[in-house]
């Protein structure tokens, strides 16, 4: 592995990422197609937190945070860092004084492939951390690895500058490219879905709202009256 | 597999239901003999619910929620959804959508062994639900499964019609033909416990309030006066 | 295994006791080297305790909380109970019965690689717990363990009478002997980030607070402009 | 939870279950349906071990292995011992001792969700076992527990007298009841695999074998020249 | 997503990827600045397999085995084929069957992140297959994934065309480009420890054979010459 | 915590340490009174292995195997290397080199609370090693850790001097000072259960041979004649 740090990165559009923040983990990940969902092991440390933001990648160690201050110069506000370890690894790698850093910096929030620390704290300032663990296990600061290179985090891919949208439902990765085009999907799709969520509240059936009944006939469903019928078989 | 679905169930009494319900999870647990219990990786989405109702079941291919659109049409006000999966899998297979239309059914909520998305929203709505995971990964409607068979769900059998009560302490499951009995039971455990949380909270020992010492000293107890002579042996 | 219980042990000073609490976990952990730490799966089931004292240890077997019947005895007020399971368990060995118990006799708080229940209550009494798990399954009182002897909780080594600090970012424990220096390292380095707080949120970077620089280019940090510069390669 | 033992119970015919274990647990399990399979973690202690026959059950509790002893009472040869604890559990249950007793009674094999351990021996008697664990922590004998009560075993229900079948591919559990019409579904199963087999090895896609084609393309399947052509997308 | 398959993919030089074969995946990790590995859940279904190929990738939808059939059309001899799943799965996607394909297309092995099934059928044929789990669930053919776009599979990324090499040790990805490059610091890494192996055989410390004396002294080791002096302190 | 290494440890005797691996992993512990085992999850690379040693330890960081270097010159013939990580990890720390180096300083063997490469050399050598995972992620040599501290591996305690025996049960530790004690107890409980074997296979019950007929029935076991009888309550 090479190990560099890479000083700039293209970023998406600033409406193109407030567009995504205000739709959404769940309706973004669908509107590209069901894909770029980070493992759903990560978790808000608060609840009610929805950043999005540009990626800046981070290829750490296991135990070791010293990438993390060289990430610090290269941030933009409004930025996310985005932290992915060698192997699985859940040390508190990120607590209260790096959150003053980025919160200095104007970074959005952060999203950790391991564990954090000073959640107290972290919650108090209103500073969103999505990770796999909390944990007050300090880290070292003696072995190099990345900074801004394309990396998997929990699951996902992410190259730097892809926009990173994080809520209670999860974090969820769109490629830098295809933004604009997601954000407009996503538009589609909230309007498209105030109006099936009226039908459902007044009682309407998703059977009948998606045309179901003749395909489940068809894929072979059988409606019984009593679980007799079906034990007696 | 067949893949039915079984129109009719059989329900517990109302007033049943609203005892177990009032005495809750730990109550109930104990009160039919420790049995029925939920694996603990069955969390609610937000603490503080607490409810109970007749299980109407769904046995769900893994990434799918199909069927959950079958048995929102065989719900009755007062029951809870229990959705099995054939492989374990964390897919968000129940969002805001279903939500609605399961609040205008009259659903309690939804145990669901599996993910659950848009859980700020659930949250807001008052829609209580108890999950493997929180997801927003989307599903297909692809496979059929079944509805109101009996399935096994976070490692407890469940029959449709049987008594779900969930709560901060996790999702247990009443037999419906023993839940009268049960909820009888649990009335007189109840009884039981306020007389001796009272004592407990005057400072009275276990060891003397369950007469412990004797059987302690029979089963081989030691008591040494201190970690020297434990060591020094 | 002798099954023993032990009546006498010692304990650190109060003052000592009250210095780490204030410090909280993360700065103790760092204030005596990065050791001690439980695993971070030992989690509070509610925000914002924070606790220190000493632990009264118990050695339980899974499914079974006989001996914390015979631990309450030996308790005294600003003790912690430390509960170590023979193997991974998460049964529900404690619940309000227990924690009113507990209250009753000045214990701080519960620490227990196992599962607690009745958390609703518990949280609403203001007892703190961490653990493994949170379950309504109950427990038996038929096998003997032990009380005050050494244990391995949550892959951390306690004795009985160190130090137990607990709070949202985990569990510390601070062998007794090292208390009182481990609480002046922390005060120290107390001191120390207070200042750094302030220098990281002027925007002063970690790279030129540490003196970073010259260590990453003497490890090879190469810095490129571009993520093409990269690829390339 | 009623402790109890129950003396008799059905088993299927002989014919059947030598039947069921010639087909092996994949033809079973595709030919009951895809259902009633025991999850993934449980695996054989030796490679190559392939049984069959009906299921004793034993409900224990964790770290107690008293109610194998009185299973061994009521088992017949030919049936295999199963094992569910109420918790998750890795104890060592069961060792070589109590493998000399099943061998004399007869016992085909052991499906244990917990521990077992002496596992050296037990593969140089050749008496196959199926398990969460291998673990060599010893239990108690302190509570009851039931025999021949429907338990659910690693995810999946058994009732006294299902078949069960295990091998290399894990184990799966055959209801008593449905077991001819299985195993003669899995005859016509292994019937027609014998052809298609012979086409796969002649280079016969599945594509064509099994018409995908139009479903594909129906469903929506783009093929593409080159990842050149995706990507620029 | 985009649910297509791409019909040509480039591939390395058929010696480098047997350079690469014979090194063997610990090498070949090193070789390339320790990136490429997949998690270590990644196990063979049998021990001693060692294989290197061009990687055909299949994303596929959890229980889902249709894209493999579509994948089947598109390998060529050498290729290796490496599934991913859209969520985390171990149902048993492949088995006896489409490894008579796969062989009879000149399949080298299979990598998959879920389940695989016939292990003890796909050990007498010399199929290697490092999965996940092996698991008898069977799976559908309901839904479209893609075939040789960029996936994710157990945490590691893969382009259609990157090298795969697999063995006891685990699997590792070179990313086509760099396949050569890799090739030969291989190769270079092997002869250079033939040497060292040797010293170490003869006794040598790597503390001198590393020169790590100085460089343990300057970072603070302390040598001691009993327990009794550290555990004075 | 203090970095150091430890020249000098106490031993068990070596006639002790051959009886204990005589006895094997599941006597010796029954024969301590079941203590001192590690997790399960604790597996040998390779089945058949039985060793016996006493420990010299290594506290390690995650990803770091500079620490297996100081213990190398550490070691007497006859020693197991018992490594435990600050933090859960994977990371292969060592491979055939160190293997070579440690069978030239006559070590017996390895177990570490980590990742474990280069398995089918080791395998070849018939150098055994009990390890958390096999992985072939290479470490670097940056940080300190400790030699001959007391650690705690795989969930149990460890100091340095105790002995340690490992076999295809998993891995105990038996403290120096009660070694001797332990495998007096291990050989009188061998001569026990010979008798106990041959019992047993002549067909004699547990039930019989432990008297337990009396104590099931006085705890309350219910023997019902079948199914019926249960189910009908």
């Known amino acids: ?71 610090m110069e290269l941030v933009r506000p409004g930025d996310i860092l985005v932290v992915a370890v060698t192997t699985d690894n859940t040390d508190g790698m990120f607590g209260d004084l790096l959150a003053h850093s980025a919160m200095a910096h104007g970074v959005n929030g952060l999203v950790i492939d391991a564990g954090v620390r000073d959640v107290r704290d972290l919650t108090a300032m209103g500073f969103p951390v999505w990770s796999r663990a909390i944990s007050a296990q300090g880290t070292v600061k003696a072995t190099l690895g990345c900074v801004n290179v394309p990396v998997v985090c929990a699951g996902a891919g992410v190259r730097p500058g892809d926009v990173i949208v994080a809520d209670d439902d999860g974090v969820v990765v769109v490629p830098r490219r295809s933004a604009a085009r997601v954000a407009e999907q996503g538009a589609a799709r909230i309007a498209n879905e105030a109006a099936k969520r009226e039908r459902f509240s007044a009682g309407e059936l998703g059977l009948d709202m998606y045309g179901m009944r003749e395909p489940l006939r068809e894929a072979g469903l059988e409606y019984l009256d009593s679980i007799e019928d079906f034990e007696a078989d």
């Open 1 to 71: 592995m090479r190990t560099v740090a890479i000083r700039n990165i293209e970023r998406a559009a600033a409406e193109t990422v407030a567009a995504l923040q205000e739709q959404g983990v769940a309706t973004v990940h669908e509107a590209q197609g069901r894909s770029g969902l980070m493992k759903p092991y990560m978790r808000p440390i608060y609840p009610g937190a929805c950043i999005a933001g540009s990626a800046v990648t981070v290829l750490a160690q296991p135990g070791d945070n010293w990438m993390l201050h060289v990430a």
